[in-house]
Structure formats: structure tokens, C-alpha cells
């Protein structure tokens, strides 16, 4: 990856603070606790869990940083869902700690030199993974679950017909 | 720890938002990068100490309730200051992030039952913790870095005389 490059993907996490909020807007309230089997997500749920995702990201770019090379803890996102209760929670504090752990991972990647970016932690799936890396399946994994959301929604509008 | 002392105990670690605002407006901003020498921390790295530490936390208490048994990870503490650089990084986002994750992690925290606080998760250090003892270690904790800064304050008043 170039340093053009990076710069854009950095810019691109630091957008989701912005566009993420604004994307939610779309759907109304009424129906972010609709699924349509036990089985899937609703928005409120899925808004946790990019939440407790990106506070895993949190700590993993900065074990990147800070411990090279050392192990990080997955998490099972089926099970923290159901546990956790996702569907009962304070949505709104989850979303402001989604917009501040997003705007606090972009602070730290937008000032790290290039040769940060090849620091690894040790996934025990997924193996060894760069900073680089990580970065990028953030930048795949929230625009999945606003697609999912959007799914979710239209799923919702054609039962209203 | 019998439910009284557990609902005082997640009442004070709740309100250290609170306490820990009120308790830094005694600091000048003037002296928040004072450190007597390089092996101890200023008050903007206590600062960003805490605030990851609690972002630890986050994970260790939603762990222990949605997947009891699991190993948490824990940072090497001087080396996440030195190498993520927190003397560098701005103090009033470490306050923001604080307040956010305390207040979330005491709102979930009063919404369990009695038997959720015997679940445990293993801990590389200190091993085996229940909820109620991992909840009494972050209350200390923060307590701990009150006092440290205090301690910052009078070296940096007995400097200046």
C-alpha cells in the first residue's frame, strides 16, 4: 500500500464518525428493533456491535503498537449479542462511543509513520495480522453492516405494504 | 460482597465521572506535562493511562458476562504510554472517553442479576477474577491515579517554591 493510499483509508475511517450517524437517519426509529427471524440482527443490535468491534479495534491497533507481536482476544459476536442483550440497550450511548472510538482510532493511525503500519499482533483465527491489516477489515466491516442495516430496513418497508 | 456492597461499590465506581472532573480542576493546565523525571507519568499520561485501562475493562466485563472463562488481555502499562505516546496526545479526549466508558460500563453494570457477578474471566497476571472482584480492581485503579496526580501536584507546587 502507498503512503497515498493509506492516507486515504485513514481519512476514510475518520468519515464513518461523520457518515455513520448521518446514514442512521435514514431509518426510522420505530424500526430499529425489527428482525425478521430470532436469528437476524436488528439496527439496534447491529449498532452494538460495531461498537464493541471498534473498541477491539481500539485496543488491537495499540497492542499493535505498544507490544509487537502479541496476542489478542476474539470475541464471539453471535454470543455477546445474545448475552449482552444488545436489543435492550441504551442505543444513543452506544452510537457516542461508536462516533468516539472511531474518531479516536483515526486520531491515533493519522499521525503514525509508514513503518508503523507493518507492526503485527497475533490473532488466534485469523494469525498474524499487520496494522495495515486490521485497518483495512474495519473499512470492510462497517460498510457490511450498513448494508446489512439498509437490508434490514427494506425488509421492514415490505412487510408495511 | 454481599447486593448492598455491590450496589455501593458500582454507585462509587459510576460516579467517579464525576469525581474524577471535579478532582482535575485543582490541576493547572499549566502543569499537566510535569513529570519530576522520565520514569514517572504526568498528569496527560495518567490521563490516557486510565482511559485505556477502562477500555480494557470495557471488554473484561462484557467477556466475563457473554463468555465466562475466557482469557483478557492486559498491557504492559509503560510500554503503551511510551510507545502510543501519550504524553503527546490531547488530555480532553483521554476525559472524554473516560466519562463515556465509565458511564456505559456502570449502566450495564446495574443492570445485571446477583449470579452475573460470579462469572470470571482469566486474567494473564492476577488469574482467576469474578465480576465483583474485576469491578473492585477498576474502582481502585482509578482511585490509585487520583492520588498519583495529587502526588504530581504537590512535587510540581514543592518545585516552584
Redesign the interface.
Known amino acids: 500500500m502507498t503512503s497515498e493510499e493509506r492516507k486515504a483509508k485513514i481519512d476514510e475511517l475518520g468519515g464513518f464518525a461523520l457518515a455513520l450517524p448521518q446514514a442512521l437517519k435514514e431509518f426510522p426509529r420505530s424500526m430499529w428493533h425489527y428482525k425478521p427471524d430470532p436469528d437476524h440482527w436488528c439496527i439496534q443490535e447491529v449498532v452494538f456491535h460495531l461498537l ?1 468491534t471498534e ?2 479495534f ?2 488491537r491497533y ?2 499493535c ?3 509487537p507481536g ?4 476474539p ?2 459476536q453471535d ?2 449479542a ?4 444488545y436489543k ?3 442505543v444513543d ?2 452510537l ?2 461508536l462516533v ?1 472510538a472511531l ?2 482510532n483515526y ?2 493511525l493519522k499521525n503514525l509513520p509508514e513503518e508503523a503500519f507493518l507492526k503485527t499482533v497475533t490473532h488466534p483465527e485469523r494469525g498474524v495480522l499487520t496494522l495495515e491489516r486490521i485497518l483495512e477489515y474495519s473499512l470492510g466491516h462497517i460498510p457490511h453492516h450498513i448494508g446489512q442495516i439498509r437490508k434490514r430496513h427494506n425488509e421492514w418497508k415490505a412487510l408495511q405494504k | 460482597m454481599d447486593s448492598n456492597e455491590r450496589r455501593l461499590l458500582i454507585e462509587n465506581y459510576s460516579r467517579k465521572t464525576y469525581v474524577l472532573t471535579e478532582h482535575l480542576r485543582q490541576f493547572p493546565r499549566e502543569m499537566w506535562d510535569f513529570k519530576p523525571d522520565d520514569a514517572h507519568w504526568c498528569i496527560r499520561e495518567i490521563l490516557w493511562h486510565i482511559l ?1 485501562i477502562e ?2 475493562g ?2 473484561r466485563f ?2 466475563a ?3 465466562p472463562g ?4 492486559a ?2 502499562q509503560d ?2 504510554a ?3 505516546g501519550y504524553a503527546r ?2 488530555a480532553d ?1 483521554a476525559v ?2 473516560i466519562v ?2 465509565i ?2 460500563n456502570g ?2 453494570l446495574k ?1 445485571l442479576l446477583e449470579p452475573d457477578f460470579n462469572k470470571s474471566v482469566t486474567h494473564p497476571e492476577y488469574g482467576k477474577l469474578n465480576l465483583d472482584q474485576l469491578l473492585e480492581r477498576h474502582h481502585k485503579h482509578i482511585q490509585h491515579h487520583m492520588d498519583q496526580m495529587t502526588h504530581r501536584l504537590n512535587e510540581w507546587n514543592a518545585k516552584k517554591n
Open positions: 464493541d473498541i477491539n481500539y485496543i495499540r497492542a503498537l505498544a507490544e502479541k496476542a489478542i482476544m470475541f464471539d454470543v455477546w445474545r448475552e449482552l442483550r435492550d440497550g441504551d450511548q452506544a457516542a462511543g468516539w474518531q479516536a486520531g491515533l | 485505556d477500555m480494557h470495557y471488554l462484557r467477556t458476562l457473554a463468555e475466557s482469557t483478557v488481555s498491557p504492559e510500554l503503551w511510551k510507545q502510543i496526545l490531547d479526549d472524554e472517553g463515556w466508558v458511564k456505559t449502566k450495564l443492570t
